[in-house]
């Protein structure tokens, strides 16, 4: 099961003013790569941007579970992205970004300076950057190419209790009636419902919706 996870305060959700005037002066307006400041160039490739916070924590995965690979100092600290991805909600918004350079990891879109989430030219990551596991509550637990009973089986999930591997979830089909469903990489692609597997609840905490 997924343990419990550190999150940023719902109440610091909101960008207020003064997060706003900070933002206002990070933002690079009208064109689609932020102002790096001296010192600060991170030029290893991907989009720069600019952090909006102090200490902003750099994260192994898309996910405030996960272990923090390091901080990213001042406010104004240039960073390279290369991609978004979804992950835990932080700020109220799902994006988190992939970054190649000062640190490689993943940062929430709420700590970056842009205009949208996911920012303009950012292109998404093309492998899920979240995986927790479960396990199975039935024997030859189907897993489908589609998140509904109709689908093609792709797998199955042989024993009571066998892992599964989810990235993300989506609204499907009704199982007792429990629409959540699971995309699996192992032990093969497809979706596997949320009723079949030990999550506690649907959708389980931290996995990102996909």
């Known amino acids: 099961m997924i343990s419990a996870f550190r999150s940023r305060p719902r109440s610091a959700a909101p960008i207020g003013t003064a997060i706003a005037a900070i933002a206002a002066g990070l933002m690079l307006t009208g064109s689609a ?3 790096v400041p001296a010192g600060g160039a991170s030029r290893a490739g ?5 952090t909006l916070f102090t200490s902003v924590r750099v994260f192994k995965s898309a ?3 996960a272990a923090v690979l390091g901080r990213l100092g001042s406010a104004g600290t240039g960073v390279s992205v290369s991609c978004w991805t979804t992950g835990t909600d932080y700020g109220d918004t799902p994006v988190w970004y992939q970054l190649s350079a000062p640190t490689a990891g993943y940062v929430p879109a709420f700590n970056l300076a ?3 989430a996911p920012a303009t030219g950012v292109p998404h990551c093309p492998t899920p950057a979240f995986s927790e596991r479960f396990n199975s509550l039935e024997v030859n637990l189907r897993i489908r190419t589609a998140p509904n009973t109709t689908a093609t089986i792709a797998g199955y999930v042989v024993a009571m209790g066998g892992k599964v591997v989810v990235n993300c979830y989506v609204t499907g089909g009704l199982i007792y009636g429990d629409a959540i469903w699971y995309r699996t990489s192992s032990p093969a692609a497809g979706y596997v419902t949320g009723r079949f597997l030990n999550t506690g609840s649907d959708p389980a905490p931290g996995v990102p919706h996909c």
């Open 63 to 65: 996910n405030t579970a």
């Open 114 to 116: 842009a205009h949208f």
């Open 33 to 35: 790569v932020a102002a």
């Open 46 to 50: 991907g989009r720069s941007l600019q």
